[in-house]
Every structure is written in structure tokens, then in C-alpha cells.
């Protein structure tokens, strides 16, 4: 029998019988190379099926346990339907966009409850424009009001902050097309209370900092979805402000999003320059991470430059940065960033070189490495290795990685991800009769 929202899955506990979640764990990572599938299935993911956190697993755990458990369902070993955990017919109004911060069985301390927060995610992946719409980027920062205050206090700073959050969580979960028209609300709110001035001196620093991380977080959710222009604009606004404010770890980010775009786009001298910036911006701030990223950017423009020996001495600063760990001077949006975003960075700088074998072994590795909840970034490293593999000369481990992929699809919304499986759709074309191939590019073109 399925388990209710968020009470334990004693189903799943009993199947573990005698043996360590940590045993378990490996299990399922053994099972699931048995049928070609790559899960990062860790203790700390078992304990979170058992309490009930995780109502339904994702289609690759689900492939896994099924194959793990002949003859039994998904009900079988205690989940919830998974068309009950995405709400298609849930008809409660949402509330706030504040209460999708929550995550199933956890507590921010805002006041909001698991349920309303199970309930928001449900009405996110309804999918209906006016659902997403009221459930996800309604926030106004105004409240009820929507009107401007004659000076922004504490509260409203705490929101433009709050709302950076939640963005950077659902782009996570879901991918950028579906938020991005919706953001601009919250980023022109944030910015009219900037020019309505503060109350005091702090709150208006906290107003700058919030406004242009904002903007970073709407520049992006552009640049995923393929809006290069809007994107360039909304990068550009931080980085003003940044100046404006003398925020140098607002200039660092700014920067730093400025080089990826620049290498997205094709301009890879702009990427190495905007990268170089950042780094100039972000020296005194302490933050090995924030530098090891940094060079990664400008490592992604020396490949686009074809220059690979500059290229492979960005990557050796990048390394040695990242290797003396976090601190507590990282920049609160840098919590993307760890060893799974670096392999993925180095195998597009090594895609770019015309390395794709050894592209492919970085791309797997961030797929092997990154936490399975965050749907998008597994998607865009399954991607990435999709395409490495297709010009590697591996077709039928390429289709294997795109198909994949398209299961992701149906929780992300990415235009850019959808752009890298095209590609490699393209690729692979010439080998079409082999089965797997021909599979893939059927459903491809399908979907």
C-alpha cells in the first residue's frame, strides 16, 4: 500500500531487512549499472525514501528498483502514485511563492507547513500558466498591498532575498523555461523599491546586493532558456549595480555569468576577458571556490580560442583552487558548485578541444557525481555526455545516455538542454540502423 505524504515508508525499510542504509545504498548502484543506468544512491538518499521525503522516486531509481524487486510495483515497495505526487488533479490554491522554499518533511522556520508546501510543488507540475504563474513566481514583494512603500525597510530586503532563493531552488528542480516570464515581476519590484530609497543605510545595501543577485538569477533563467539578449541585459543591470554599491562579490558573480554567456555565445575572447575580470573582483573576498570557478570560465573561453595550453592552465588554477575547500567567505549562490559543476565545466572545455573521449569520461563522472534531486543539472551533465559519446564514436552508449536524458525532460524545462540533445540527435543519425540508435531518435523526434 502506498505511503501518505511524508509519513515513513516502512514498505521500503522492510525490503532493506538487516543490512546498513549505506549497504543498501551500494546495492542500488550496483543494480543499476546491471541495466545501464547511473543513480548516486548514497545512504543519505535511502533514509530519505524511508522517512518519506521522497514520495516517488525518478524514472532512473524507478527503473532500478523494479529491476532490484521482480514482480512487485511502485505501490509494492510503498510509494505514492506519481501522477498523486505532481497534483495533476490538484485543485487547492496555492499559496505564497515564499512556501516553495520547503522541501517535503523539512522546516525553514517561515511559518509553512510540509503539506502547503507538497501542495505548491504538486500545483508547479500541473503545468497550467495560471497555476504556474500563482504558484511559483506570484511574489510581488509587496504583499497584498502591491503598493510601494515610502521607504523599504528590513521586511522587503528580507524578501528580495528570499525570492533569489527560491528562484535558484526551482530553476534546480525544473529548469528555466517555465519561470523566466514570470521573474520579471519580483526583478522590476526589487529595483523600484531600490530607487524608492531605505530607511537606513544597511537595508539599502541589503536592497543592492538583493536587487542585482536577483538580476543574475533572471539573467540566467534567460540564458537557459535561450534568451540570449534578455540575458546579456539582465547581467549587465548587476553588474552596474554592483558598481554603484561597491559589491565586489555582486561583480565577481556578474562577471562570472557574463562569461558564460560570452562562450555560449560563440564570443570566447569576451569570455576570457569577462572571466579575468571576475577574478580581479573576487581576489580579496577569500573564497577559493568563487576563484576556482572563475578560472573555469576563463579555462571554457581559452578552448572556445582553441588555445589549449592556456586553456589547460586555467583548468590546473581551477583544480588547485577547489582543492583548498569551502569556506565560510563563499558566496551563498555558489552552493551549485561543487566536484560534479567542475567535471562538467572540463568537459566542455576538453568537447571544445576536440577531446570528446576524454570529455565524455568528465561529463560521466558529473553525471555519477551530482545529487539525483536536482533534476536539471543531471539532465544537462547526461546531456553533455550524450553528445561526447555521439563524437566519440560511441553511438549506441550516446542513444543509451539521450534516452536518458528525455525521461529527465519530462520534470525540466531547458531550452538549452533540449538544444544539446538536438545536436547530438544529429550526430547520430548516420547510425540509425543500429537498434538502440534507431530507438532513440524515433522518441527523439517524438518528443
Known amino acids: 500500500m502506498a505511503a501518505s505524504p511524508h509519513s515513513p515508508n516502512s514498505t521500503f525499510r522492510r525490503m532493506r531487512a538487516q543490512q546498513s542504509p549505506a549497504e543498501f545504498a551500494a546495492l542500488v548502484r550496483r543494480a543499476a549499472k546491471e541495466i545501464g543506468e547511473t543513480v548516486s544512491c548514497d545512504a543519505r538518499y535511502i533514509g530519505r525514501v524511508e522517512s518519506g521525503e521522497i514520495r516517488c522516486p525518478n524514472y532512473a531509481y524507478e527503473r532500478v528498483f523494479l529491476h532490484m524487486f521482480p514482480g512487485l510495483t511502485l505501490a509494492d515497495l510503498g510509494f505514492s502514485p506519481r501522477e498523486a505526487v505532481r497534483g495533476r488533479s490538484a485543485q487547492r490554491a496555492p499559496a505564497p511563492f515564499s512556501a516553495l522554499t520547503h522541501r517535503p518533511g523539512t522546516d525553514s522556520g517561515t511559518g509553512t507547513s510540509p503539506k502547503e508546501s507538497d501542495v505548491l510543488r504538486r500545483a508547479f507540475m500541473a503545468g497550467g500558466s495560471a497555476t504556474v504563474a500563482a504558484a511559483t513566481l506570484g511574489l510581488t514583494l509587496l504583499g497584498d498591498s502591491r503598493r510601494l512603500p515610502s521607504r523599504a525597510g528590513e521586511s522587503e530586503a528580507a524578501a528580495v532575498e528570499d525570492a533569489v532563493r527560491q528562484i535558484r531552488l526551482l530553476d534546480d528542480r525544473h529548469g528555466a523555461d517555465a519561470l523566466y516570464r514570470k521573474a520579471a ?10 530607487d524608492a530609497g531605505a530607511r537606513r543605510q544597511s537595508t539599502e545595501d541589503r536592497l543592492h ?15 537557459d532558456s535561450g534568451r540570449f539578449d534578455d540575458a546579456r541585459s539582465h547581467y549587465a543591470e548587476a553588474l552596474a549595480t554592483a558598481r554603484v554599491s561597491g559589491d565586489a562579490g555582486l561583480e565577481a558573480h556578474a562577471f562570472s555569468n557574463m562569461a558564460f554567456l560570452a562562450r555560449d555565445c560563440g564570443r570566447a575572447r569576451e569570455a576570457v576577458r569577462a572571466a579575468q575580470a571576475g577574478r580581479r573582483a573576487a581576489r580579496p573576498l577569500g573564497s577559493p571556490r568563487l576563484l576556482s570557478l572563475l578560472a573555469l570560465r576563463e579555462a571554457g573561453g581559452w578552448a572556445g580560442l582553441a588555445d589549449r595550453k592556456a586553456c589547460e592552465e586555467a583548468l590546473t588554477r581551477a583544480h588547485t583552487e ?3 575547500g569551502g569556506t565560510g567567505s563563499d558566496p551563498e549562490w555558489m552552493s551549485f558548485f561543487g ?6 565545466l572540463e568537459a566542455r572545455c576538453w ?14 563522472r558529473a553525471a ?4 539525483p534531486h536536482f533534476a536539471r543539472n543531471v539532465a544537462l551533465y547526461t546531456a553533455e555526455l550524450a ?14 545516455a539521450g534516452g536518458r536524458v528525455l525521461d529527465l525532460l519530462t520534470e525540466v524545462q531547458s531550452t538549452r538542454i533540449r538544444s544539446m540533445l538536438s545536436d547530438t540527435a544529429r550526430t547520430l543519425v548516420p547510425h540509425q540502423r543500429s537498434p538502440r540508435v534507431g530507438a532513440f531518435l524515433t522518441r527523439h523526434a517524438a518528443v
Do not use: I, N
Not at 515581476?185 to 531600490?194: G, V
Open 387 to 400: 553528445g561526447d559519446l555521439a563524437r566519440a564514436g560511441a553511438p549506441d552508449e550516446a542513444a543509451w
Open 368 to 371: 555519477d557525481l551530482q545529487d
Open 322 to 324: 577547489f582543492a583548498k
Open 339 to 344: 566536484e560534479a559543476e567542475l567535471e562538467y
Open 351 to 364: 568537447s571544445a578541444l576536440g577531446e570528446h573521449s576524454r570529455a565524455a569520461r568528465h561529463a560521466r
Open 209 to 223: 546586493a538583493g536587487a542585482g543577485e536577483l538580476a543574475v538569477s533572471v539573467g540566467w533563467l534567460a540564458h
Open 185 to 194: 515581476e519580483p526583478l522590476r519590484t526589487a529595483y523600484a523599491l531600490l
